[in-house]
């Protein structure tokens, strides 16, 4: 049967496949448009499967906050070209909202915890595809590897602050909790979340006070800072007073309360929160917060331009 212009155009516009195969797909399905978008999709999963090794570097960090919930989501691809690519961000905004809806418990089947996989859940925009295959479909027409990698939800507190810098490379969260939970809504409050979002992603604090960090990385900096002073040729009798002095200092730096307001920082968070609870009445606490930065502790490709030359003349 003939194949018109228009059966075309629609399955292009549906699946974003090339003219051809789009074509192809049609002749091979008799016209069929449900078919035609099955048969892309096997033949895109086919060439997905050939773009799964390549590193996955870049990409989008996903905010949502909506309904008493809050997401994070990290999205990665290969290259920034396609971290801007508007598909790539639909995807992302999609899928972040996504996880703050269905909350599952871990990215892939085999990853440790509890809760559905979000790779298996069924998407919450399309009952009829699993989050999986949406991914796999995108590989399939953005034409580079995708990698959901990790994600934070949040649905404890009374009020949610975000903020997403530098294009969404990095992007944070920040739980509020108040005594009067009528007074979340409140501009005062709603301002103090998002500053207190920006501060976290410019500031990256460990935790929200020194009883959430780590005994492990306490005594791994307690251990530096020893060292480093016997190193000096300090005095024995004073190193650990030296080296609890720089411990504190550390703890002091690395916890969300204790550091100085990146807008003021001559103010500390814990000063900033008392004031604001004083204005508004009733008691504000940070109960949560995340931030992720795209590509953190991946380990990117270092092209090197001298040794591929060299490759391709034979030198």
């Keep these: 049967m003939g194949i018109s212009a228009a059966q075309v155009k629609e399955l292009r516009d549906k699946t974003s496949a090339g003219m051809m195969d789009c074509k192809k797909a049609l002749s091979a399905s008799e016209g069929d448009m ?3 978008i099955k048969w892309l999709r096997e033949k895109g999963l086919a060439s997905a499967g050939k773009k799964a090794g390549r590193v996955t570097a870049e990409g989008l960090v996903g905010i949502f906050t909506s309904n008493g919930k809050a997401a994070l989501l990290e999205v990665n691809c290969e290259t920034d070209f396609v971290a801007k690519n508007e598909d790539f961000q639909c995807l992302v905004s999609d899928l972040t909202e996504h996880v703050a809806q269905k909350g599952p418990g871990k990215v892939k089947s085999d990853d440790q915890g509890a809760g559905d996989a979000l790779y298996a859940q069924n998407f919450v925009k399309d009952e009829s595809t699993t989050v999986e295959d949406l991914v796999k479909g995108k590989i399939a027409t953005i034409g580079e590897n995708i990698t959901l990698r990790r994600f934070t939800v949040l649905n404890g507190g009374h009020c949610y602050g975000s903020y997403a810098h530098d294009g969404g490379k990095i992007g944070s969260l920040v739980e509020l ?3 009067d939970a009528s007074k979340a809504s409140e501009e005062r409050v709603t301002q103090l979340g998002k500053d207190l979002a920006m501060h ?3 500031e990256a604090p460990l935790a929200i ?5 780590s005994a492990d990385v ?5 251990e530096i800072y020893k060292n480093k002073a016997l190193a000096d040729g300090k005095p024995e009798n004073i190193v650990d007073r030296i080296v609890e002095g720089q411990v504190n200092k550390f703890l002091s730096g690395s916890c969300l309360l204790e550091q100085g307001f990146v807008k003021d920082p001559d103010v500390k968070v814990s000063a900033l929160l008392e004031t604001i ?3 508004i009445g009733t008691g504000i606490s940070i109960t949560n917060f995340s931030r992720f ?3 953190d502790g991946i380990e990117k490709k270092q092209d090197n331009l001298a040794e591929e030359v060299a490759k ?3 030198a």
């Design 34 to 36: 449900t078919a035609a």
């Design 177 to 179: 909790t108040l005594d």
């Design 200 to 202: 976290v992603a410019a």
């Design 209 to 213: 006070d020194r009883t959430g960090v």
């Design 218 to 222: 306490v005594e791994s900096e307690r």
């Design 277 to 279: 609870s004083k204005e």
């Design 293 to 295: 930065k795209v590509g």
């Design 312 to 314: 391709m003349t034979g």
